[in-house]
């Protein structure tokens, strides 16, 4: 048997190779503590799981979804659209739910990038915007996103080759906790439509902020109705990973091709899981609050950390990541390697994000207080300045 080329051609999942690291040691009796993924250490709001207990207990949740999700729940992110962002949406043309946001995130190439096309990637980067577009035949095209642009692209440098079809932003940022304004999005917004680019926005972390800021949505932006769609997901608001949720909105065009191309591969999403959607977007927020003073707390801890260490690390303002650069001019991957060997910590190696992730590693905040101190603590002695 012979596998496709599309699939053997690509990298190894890089969180599927530290996940076999990690098992290796644990194997081998040593207590790993690994900062590695950006999964929520704490559970799921429990009128969240009660709504899925009473939903999956309701036989007309046993039938095939609909396509285009439960109106209800196309409603409750509109909803919370117009309360969070101030942006209005329409329910039916420019909102589709997905089974979580990669899912979108990944499908959306097949929706709008044909052999030979090119998408513009922000490098570092998620993953995901890259090998989507590999899948789909186009070129994956990086942009590099530096300290000195804010982890912003330098729109005025920024060739666009012939063949570019879309260009993906996030923010806040995975992998460097970087932030951006609705000015910058205003620009991006008009960049897109003097390039004819689909703008598509990742907006995992819109609700994981901290000291105070309030991250846009990139649909606040004048003119991004014509350019723009915007992937959201309760996975990292709602500690819903698990439960395989999230929605696309903004341009009706995009969106009706979007779902078009699903109506095809996928059959919808447990209507049980959408009720429980509806539930985390419409009922009460008060777990934020807490959620991201525990998150801001676990950022000082590391922020600290590796300044007392001799780290100049400003604390960044959203996600559930600190971007560390790598000591003494160390390849990200020889400092993720030290870090396991000698701490037995585990952290992202920053190359797996893109070429101009190199010289840095991802430290996640998704573990619980004690053993993040712990971490720490570990780490202050294995790097021993
Ligand atoms: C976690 C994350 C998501 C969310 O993915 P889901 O499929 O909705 O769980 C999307 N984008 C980025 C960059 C992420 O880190």
């Not at 059959?267 to 801001?296: C, K, M, N, T, W």
């Not at 707390?297 to 600290?304: A, E, H, I, P, T």
Request: aromatic content about 8%.
């Amino acid at each position: 048997m012979r596998v496709a080329r599309r699939v053997e051609s690509l990298p190894p999942y890089l969180f599927a190779e530290l996940d076999r690291r990690i098992a290796e040691r644990r194997a081998a009796g040593v207590d790993i503590i690994s900062l590695g993924v950006g999964d929520p250490d704490r559970p799921t709001p429990g009128h969240v799981v009660r709504a899925l207990q009473e939903a999956a207990a309701d036989p007309a949740t046993h039938r095939y979804p609909s396509y285009y999700g439960l109106p209800d729940l196309r409603r409750a992110i509109a909803g919370w659209y117009a309360r969070r962002f101030g942006v209005e949406l329409d329910p039916d043309t420019e909102v589709l739910p997905l089974i979580g946001s990669k899912e979108g995130i990944a499908h959306v190439a097949f929706a709008f990038l044909d052999p030979g096309d090119v998408c513009l990637v922000p490098d570092p980067g998620y993953p995901v915007y890259e090998t989507a577009a590999r899948l789909a035949g186009a070129t994956p095209e990086h942009f590099p996103l530096t300290e000195e642009t804010g982890f912003f692209p330098d729109l005025d440098r920024l060739a666009v080759p012939d063949g570019a079809r879309m260009m993906w932003l996030n923010y806040p940022t995975n992998p460097t906790a970087a932030v951006a304004d609705v000015d910058r999005f205003e620009r991006a917004v008009a960049f897109a439509a003097e390039h004819d680019l689909l703008l598509a926005h990742d907006a995992a972390y819109t609700e994981i902020t901290f000291d105070g800021y309030v991250a846009p949505s990139i649909l606040q932006a004048p003119g991004s109705r014509e350019v723009a769609l915007e992937f959201g997901s309760p996975s990292k608001t709602y500690n819903m990973t698990g439960w395989r949720l999230g929605w696309a909105v903004g341009n009706a065009g995009a969106i009706r091709a979007l779902s078009t191309l699903k109506t095809n591969l996928d059959s919808g999403i447990f209507d049980a899981v959408q009720r429980a959607g509806i539930a985390a977007l419409s009922g009460p927020q008060d777990h934020l609050d807490e959620q991201r003073a525990v998150y801001q707390k676990r950022r000082d801890v590391v922020v600290g950390t590796m300044n007392r260490l001799g780290w100049d690390l400003v604390p960044p303002l959203g996600s559930i990541y600190v971007w560390v650069p790598t000591p003494d001019g160390q390849s990200s991957a020889g400092f993720a390697d030290l870090l396991l060997d000698r701490a037995g910590v585990v952290v992202a190696p920053g190359r797996g994000y893109g070429p101009s992730g190199e010289g840095h590693v991802r430290i996640s905040l998704t573990v619980p207080d004690d053993r993040l101190e712990e971490a720490m603590g570990r780490i202050a002695e294995a790097v021993g300045r």
